[in-house]
C-alpha cells in the first residue's frame, strides 16, 4: 500500500463509528460526583448525631453519680458474701475460734508473736516517733509501761502505774491519734508519756477510780472516766480561758466516755468540747450488753455487744458476741461481724481435753483501727483484723500478753 491511501482510509474509518453525545456524558459524571458527595454529607451527619448522644449519655453519667450503671464495680480482694441481715443491717460471720492460726496475716510492727521482749531500753535514752503498742510488764506492785514503736523497737517509760478498780491501768484508747503520747488513769489522777521526748506528765483529778481513757481528736484533751464520774483534761495548748479540767457527763460505765463517738444502747452519740453528747443517729441492735469501749475511725464507730438470742446465727453453748461497725457518714453502709463457736464437731484446746473452743463473754473487745477499712480486734490470745469492703478476717499477731492498746504507728 502507497503512503498516501493511509490517511483517506483512517478517515472513511472514523467515519463510518457512532458520534458520542459530549453533554449526555458530562450530565452523567455531573450526578455521579453528586451522588458521592451527598452520601459524604449523610455519613457524616450520622456520626455526629451519634457522637452527640454518646456525649450526651457520658455527661448525665458523670454528674449524677450513676457511673456504675455503665462499669460495674469492682470486687476486693478476698470478697466474702454477707450471710444475711440484723437489725438490717449486713453481717458477717466471723471464722471459728481455733482457726486463728491459719488465717491470712495483716502485716504490722507486732510481728508473728506479740509477747514481752528480752531487750528493752530506756525511753529517755530511745525516744520514739510514733508509737504502735503498749504493753504492761507487772513490777511488784506496780506496772511500767513498754512502749513498741513504728520501727518494731522496743523503750521502757521510767514511771510506774498502779492497779485500777483491781485491773491494770491500760485503756484500749490509750494512745494518742497521731501515736505521740500515752496516757494512763491513776487514782486521783491522769498519767501522760510523751514518746518522743520522754517527758512524764501529771494530772491532779479529782478523787475518783478512774478507769478509762480516750484522747479527743485535736490531741490537746483527754477524756478520763471511772463509774459514773468523768472528765477532759487538757494536756497540751488549751484554749483562751478554757479550764484544765472540765466535768464531762458521765455514763455508769465508764467504758462508753469515748471520743469522738460512743455508741450506746439505742444510739450513736457524739461527742461535742463543752463536755455533752449529742445524739447523731439512732442504733437498733440485740444488744445484752456492751464490751470495751468505743473505736472510731474517719467514717465509722466499732464496739463490740453481747447479743440477745440470734435466730440468724445459733450458737450451741456461748451467746453470740458481735462487733459492730456503725457508719458516721451516711453514704456509707454499716456492718456487722458475729463471733460464736463451730456448730458441728468443735476443735480442743490444747491440753483441754474434750473441752471446746468457745468464745465465753466478755473475751472480745475491739482495740482500734488499722486503717479506714480494717477494724483491730481482740479474741482469745490473738489480735484479728476485719477488712469492712471485703468481709475478710485476717490475723494481725498472736498475744502472749494480758492486755495491749494499740496506736497508728502500727501502719508505718
Known amino acids: 500500500m502507497r503512503r498516501e491511501d493511509v490517511q483517506p482510509l483512517l478517515l472513511q474509518a472514523a467515519d463510518e463509528l457512532p458520534e458520542p453525545e459530549l453533554a449526555d456524558a458530562a450530565w452523567a459524571a455531573g450526578v455521579r460526583v453528586s451522588r458521592r458527595r451527598r452520601r459524604t454529607v449523610v455519613i457524616s451527619v450520622i ?96 506496772y511500767a509501761p513498754l512502749l513498741l514503736g513504728a520501727d518494731g523497737s522496743w523503750a521502757k517509760a521510767d514511771v510506774g502505774l498502779v492497779a485500777v478498780g483491781g485491773e491494770s491501768p491500760l485503756s484500749p484508747g490509750a494512745i494518742s491519734p497521731y501515736g505521740r503520747v500515752v496516757a494512763f488513769p491513776q487514782p486521783g489522777e491522769l498519767i501522760t508519756v510523751n514518746a518522743s521526748t520522754a517527758e512524764i506528765s501529771h494530772f491532779p483529778l479529782s478523787a475518783g477510780e478512774f478507769r478509762s481513757v480516750s484522747w479527743v481528736q485535736d490531741e490537746q484533751r483527754v477524756l478520763v472516766s471511772g463509774p459514773g464520774v468523768a472528765y477532759q483534761v487538757v494536756v497540751g495548748e488549751g484554749g483562751d480561758g478554757e479550764r484544765a479540767v472540765l466535768p464531762v457527763s458521765a455514763p455508769d460505765d465508764p467504758d462508753e466516755a469515748t471520743s469522738p463517738y460512743r455508741m450506746q444502747t439505742g ?93 465465753e463473754a466478755g473475751c472480745c473487745v475491739v482495740l482500734g ?32 500478753v494480758d492486755q495491749v492498746a494499740l496506736g497508728p504507728g502500727l501502719r508505718l
Open 369 to 400: 483501727w488499722y486503717d479506714d477499712s480494717n477494724v483491730l480486734f481482740r479474741v482469745h490470745g490473738w489480735v484479728l483484723a476485719w477488712n469492712l469492703d471485703s468481709g475478710r478476717v485476717r490475723r494481725v499477731t498472736e498475744m502472749r
Open 47 to 142: 456520626a455526629f448525631i451519634v457522637l452527640a448522644i454518646v456525649a450526651s449519655i457520658l455527661i448525665q453519667v458523670g454528674t449524677s453519680g450513676n457511673a456504675d450503671d455503665i462499669t460495674p464495680p469492682r470486687t476486693p480482694p478476698g470478697y466474702v458474701e454477707a450471710s444475711g441481715q440484723i437489725s438490717g443491717i449486713d453481717f458477717w460471720v466471723a471464722p471459728p475460734p481455733g482457726s486463728e492460726r491459719f488465717l491470712d496475716r495483716l502485716e504490722t510492727p507486732l510481728g508473728d508473736r506479740l509477747e514481752l521482749p528480752d531487750k528493752v531500753r530506756p525511753l529517755a535514752k530511745h525516744t520514739l516517733n510514733s508509737v504502735a503498742a503498749v504493753v504492761l510488764v507487772k513490777q511488784g506492785d506496780r
Open 267 to 359: 444510739a450513736v452519740m457524739r461527742y461535742q468540747f463543752n463536755g455533752q453528747w449529742i445524739d447523731d443517729s439512732p442504733l437498733t441492735l440485740p444488744v445484752r450488753s456492751w464490751q470495751g469501749q468505743t473505736m472510731s475511725s474517719n467514717s465509722a464507730a466499732a464496739r463490740m455487744f453481747i447479743a440477745e438470742k440470734l435466730p440468724e446465727v445459733p450458737t450451741r453453748v456461748s451467746q453470740p458476741q458481735v462487733l459492730a461497725a456503725i457508719s458516721t457518714l451516711r453514704t456509707l453502709p454499716s456492718r456487722l461481724l458475729v463471733l460464736g463457736e463451730p456448730q458441728d464437731s468443735p476443735p480442743t484446746y490444747e491440753g483441754a481435753g474434750d473441752r471446746p473452743f468457745v468464745r
